[in-house]
């Protein structure tokens, strides 16, 4: 007959051996909880590589921007656009689809809805930021003209949501739209497609960067005409703006600090002049006095507010302009709203130019729409030990019943590209 310390052993051995073969599960369901697996080996902690100079890691980089022009006062037809290009979702919120989301100005009047658009603007970059998503926003002519008190294009039923003349200027100057307008809005902005080029808005040329000039035969050195053969990323990189970038505006460099600096000294003196009465029935109140030159130049009609000619210069002087200014700016296309083609977006000069105010608006009745950008940046196995990858760009107009392509661009690349993964 076993001993007594024997069967003891025994017990222990037998007891050892059901735990081992007992998961979570049976944990829980002596418990009463939830009947959940859990496998018994270690999880594996999954890490995003980042990639780095030396080349070792070498991971895919993918971005995603969706842009919007002129949404004129309605929510509406705003909230169908930014369901159908997968910015949010049924029921108005941020779906994550998208890492940008441009809005390229002139939310306001010709509509009803100026409080509830400016309002939902502030809860989607609340909303985007939380899952590290960025919505990027701009000033437009409309913007700058009621700040000024040029209000000929209000309706009188847009002044009843507000409940006063008084309460609607409060609510610009120094109430939600105004905070937001000073705190968010830009008048434009350099969009890199690539982290290795910096955040939204890095100054371009960079600081302490070596500038390279092409030689003009009239003027010496032609400082439009930017390169940086060291820098295959260098105009790698996309601009918004509601207006356009002239080719003879004077601000250009550094883009777009210098632009969005004079932006907000205009915008800041006049929401902190005595509000005057506003446009019509009273006479034009104007820019306020203390206004630089350099700022009455922002808002003349050669400046980012209002210029046209991308949209009405004929194509042979367009295409020529465009380069230079996409060398100044960093860039390899500019994007922009103002001047609308109420049957789709406009693509220029093999789609350096892109307009993208189609008169999503009711008060227009134009086609409803959105700019898509799909941009990767993928490495390529190859024997000769170089880090060589794919950059492909896909732009594409998107509308309620059909997705056209503007652009389908790929080249190769060489080089080591440092980007922190989030």
Known sequence: MPSSRFLAFLAVVI???????????????????????IS??????????????????????????????DLHGDIKNAQTVLEFSGVVDSFGNWTGEADFFVQTGDIIDRGDDTIKLFMWMESLRVQAAKVGGVVLSHLGNHEVMNAIGDWRYVYPSEIETFGSVAARQKMLA????????????????????????????????????????????????????????????????????????????????????KINAL??????????????????????????QGTTGEEIELYDANGPFWYRGW??????????????????????????????DFTGIVSRCNGKIIIIDTGISHAYGGALSALSIHYT????????????????????????????????????????????AA
């Open 311 to 340: 949209a009405t210069d004929p194509e042979s002087k367009a295409c020529v302009d465009v380069e230079k200014v996409l060398a100044r700016t960093g860039t390899r296309r500019m994007i922009m709203g103002h001047t609308p």
């Open 15 to 37: 007891g050892l051996y059901f735990v081992s073969r007992c998961s979570r599960s049976c944990s829980n369901r002596l418990l009463g909880g939830p009947d959940v697996v």
């Open 174 to 257: 120094t109430g939600r739209i105004g905070k937001a307008w000073a705190q968010n809005y830009t008048a434009t902005s350099r969009l890199p497609l690539h982290p290795h080029l910096g955040p939204p808005n890095t100054p371009f040329p960079p600081e302490n960067h070596p500038v390279h000039f092409r030689k003009d035969d009239e003027d010496g050195n032609d400082d439009s005409h930017y390169y940086d053969a060291t820098e295959p990323l260098s105009h790698s990189a996309l601009s918004f703006v509601h207006g356009g970038l002239s080719p003879t505006y004077s601000n250009l460099s550094p883009f777009p600090t």
């Open 263 to 288: 932006s907000s000294s205009l915008l800041h003196k006049l929401q902190n002049r005595r509000q005057p009465a506003p446009h019509p029935p009273n006479p034009y109140p104007g820019l306020p």
């Open 40 to 69: 018994e080996e270690t999880p594996q902690e999954v890490l995003t590589p980042v990639a780095s100079n030396s080349g070792s890691t070498r991971s895919p980089y993918t971005r995603h921007i969706v842009a919007v022009g």
């Open 377 to 420: 940046f993928t490495p390529i196995d190859n024997e000769d030990g170089e880090p060589r990858w794919s950059e492909r760009e896909v732009v594409s107009a998107l509308y309620v019943d059909r997705q056209e392509t503007i652009i389908d661009q790929e080249r190769e690349v060489v080089g080591d590209f440092r980007f922190d």
